[in-house]
């Protein structure tokens, strides 16, 4: 079964700062993606990456993919509130079926 | 943009009950997806399709079947609710294979 591993679970950081969140996922797969959910909301679409190296950056938030380590990465750049909420990663198995990450409930303090 | 609905925001349903969980999408994608979402757990996939009629086991079917008479339309049935049950539902879809899903609002149920 595939595994995917989140941390941190919880991170609070103040405004300002940098920091970045990881995700591990035990099997082979060139295909992962990084969502945002607020709470009560659903989650978005925030990156995907398709393939060893592929780096995508949106405002603060930059993401990159390991394909070897089995590793992916969300670089938080200079954190502002608005960034506070949930954030997935989730690696494709195989015909579009996606394994997430428990999640990081990011908070931003002022 | 793709829009995906669900049936109900929230949704309160007895022990035993037969309930139904409705997913639309008005942008044609071959792929739809439930999952149920749990604190500590992340999103679980329960049942998917790729096509009408078509539906294949995700990884925690027990309890749950589902049902895909049109493309648009993807429906969780839970055929005896418990208490276990209680979660938040989410439903996806998707236009194939290296395409992010897209995620409709979620039904948050409550099995008394």
């Known amino acids: 079964e595939l595994k995917v591993e989140q941390n941190p679970l919880f991170l609070s950081m103040q405004e300002g700062k940098n920091y970045t969140i990881y995700c591990n996922y035990s099997?082979?797969?060139?295909?992962l993606y990084w969502y945002r959910q607020d709470p009560g909301k659903s989650l978005e679409s925030l990156f995907v990456l398709l393939s060893n190296g592929a780096v995508k950056q949106e405002g603060r938030l930059m993401a990159s993919l390991d394909t070897k380590a089995r590793l992916s990465t969300l670089h938080i750049t200079a954190a502002v509130h608005d960034l506070s909420a949930t954030y997935f990663c989730?690696?494709?198995?195989?015909?579009?079926?996606?394994?997430f990450g428990t999640g990081t409930s990011l908070t931003v303090i002022p | 943009d793709v829009k995906v609905t669900q049936s109900s925001r929230y949704l309160v349903k007895r022990t035993g009950e037969k309930v139904f969980l409705e997913c639309v999408q008005d942008?044609?994608?071959?792929?739809m997806f439930w999952y149920r979402q749990d604190p500590g757990l992340g999103l679980r996939l329960i049942y998917f399709s790729y096509d009408v009629k078509m539906k294949e086991k995700g990884d925690i079917p027990e309890g749950y079947s589902v049902s895909r008479e049109k493309k648009e339309r993807f429906s969780l049935i839970l055929e005896s609710a418990s208490t276990n049950q209680t979660s938040m539902y989410l439903c996806a879809n998707g236009p194939g294979p290296i395409n992010e899903q897209f995620f409709g609002p979620g039904t948050r149920l409550t099995v008394l």
């Open positions: 942008m044609d994608h071959e792929n």
């Open positions: 989730a690696v494709d198995k195989g015909g579009n079926q996606f394994y």
């Open positions: 099997t082979t797969s060139d295909r």
